[in-house]
């Protein structure tokens, strides 16, 4: 599985932005996928998960609200829309995919596959 995030970007506190991920590889209607970030020397952190059908997804106490994942298995595409940006909100996202498990983990360590990241900056 090959993953590619796009979208970051510098917007004010407040703002919004798109991310999006593209797979290719395996069919990606068959696995989980999820975004994560990490802050400059901080752990990296669960942001938002989704099942392989888009029926079940989940989300970090500090993003629900104001976040929103989606997929288009028609697209093999994944999508995490950010409303209400705050500066705290500023890391490198990375999409990952889980192609093992079931449902929506919340553990870096249950996704096998990740994208090389992309850059979201929040002004204050």
């Known amino acids: 599985v090959q993953l590619q995030a796009s979208g970051g970007g510098l917007v004010q506190a407040g703002g919004s932005l798109r991310l999006s991920c593209a797979a290719s590889g395996r069919t990606f209607s068959n696995y989980a996928v999820g975004w994560f970030r990490q802050a400059p020397g901080k752990e990296r952190e669960f942001v938002a998960g989704i099942s392989w059908n888009g029926d079940s997804t989940g989300y970090a106490s500090a993003v629900k609200g104001r976040f929103t994942i989606s997929r288009d298995n028609a697209k093999n595409t994944m999508y995490l829309q950010m409303n209400s940006l705050k500066p705290e909100d500023t890391a490198v996202y990375y999409c990952?995919?889980?192609?093992?498990?079931?449902?929506?983990?919340?553990?870096?360590?249950?996704?096998?596959?990740w994208g090389q990241g992309t850059q979201v900056t929040v002004s204050s």
């Open positions: 990952a995919a889980d192609t093992y498990g079931v449902g929506v983990p919340d553990s870096k360590y249950d996704y096998d596959y």
